[in-house]
């Protein structure tokens, strides 16, 4: 089955204590992205991959880093995670942004940090 | 700043009733558009994508697109309160970044 999956779905954890949120994608997708969504804000993008390698700043990337070393792999991390970062994460992927490619979503990461 | 606007809601209509989603969008560059749906707590899901100018059916949707206005909508026929979600538009353009409305929470009335 063609999808988009993150781990874990719900994390708590301390100011401060590093951690990773893992995406995989199983479509040969060349552009993958991370999205924070909060009420009232709608999506913001993190940061984007147009591939293997390439990576940039989305709307708000500070606070977080990306890698993509592998064309199916986007781990999301945050070295220093601060409550501010409260949110609820998706991970994307499309074939590339061009003419007729949608964004796939993956389930979604709950986080909180305390 | 290039944007996709989307008036919040809620919109309210009765259970079969047609459901009318209106996204207004400022990049003239703009080439693709996409209709998600969002369960509250859930991930977008893909309900429509849309090219060119007119519109585009898909089984009680009906995406339309006015690249002259600037306009993209959705129609939603014989409404359903499994309709009941918020519902993003989306557009790419040449830049490398899908942007998002806020979305528009739509809720039908059984």
């Known amino acids: 089955e063609a999808q988009v999956t993150q781990n874990p779905r719900y994390l708590i954890t301390v100011t401060g204590k590093k951690l990773t949120v893992t995406c995989s994608q199983n479509m040969n997708h060349e552009y993958m992205s991370w999205y924070r969504q909060d009420p009232g804000l709608g999506l913001r993008q993190i940061y984007y991959s147009m591939n293997v390698e390439v990576t940039d700043k989305g709307d708000v990337p500070e606070g977080y880093k990306v890698s993509r070393k592998e064309k199916r792999n986007f781990p999301l991390i945050l070295e220093s995670p601060s409550p501010n970062q409260t949110s609820l994460y998706f991970c994307?992927?499309?074939?590339?942004?061009?003419?007729?490619?949608?964004?796939?979503f993956g389930n979604g990461t709950r986080l909180t940090v305390t | 700043q290039k944007e996709v606007e989307q008036n919040s809601g809620p919109l309210s209509v009765p259970e079969g009733a047609i459901a009318s989603l209106n996204c207004t969008y400022s990049d003239r560059g703009s080439q693709s558009f996409f209709w998600y749906r969002q369960y509250s707590g859930k991930s977008p899901e893909l309900i429509m994508s849309i090219y060119s100018n007119g519109d585009k059916e898909d089984g009680r949707f009906t995406a339309q697109l006015n690249k002259a206005s600037q306009y993209v909508s959705l129609l939603i026929r014989d409404s359903q309160p499994s309709d009941s979600a918020t519902y993003l538009c989306?557009?790419?353009?040449?830049?490398?970044?899908?942007?998002f409305g806020t979305g528009t929470r739509l809720k039908v009335l059984a």
């Open positions: 989306a557009s790419t353009s040449g830049t490398y970044k899908y942007i």
């Open positions: 994307a992927s499309s074939f590339r942004v061009s003419y007729n490619s949608p964004l796939h």
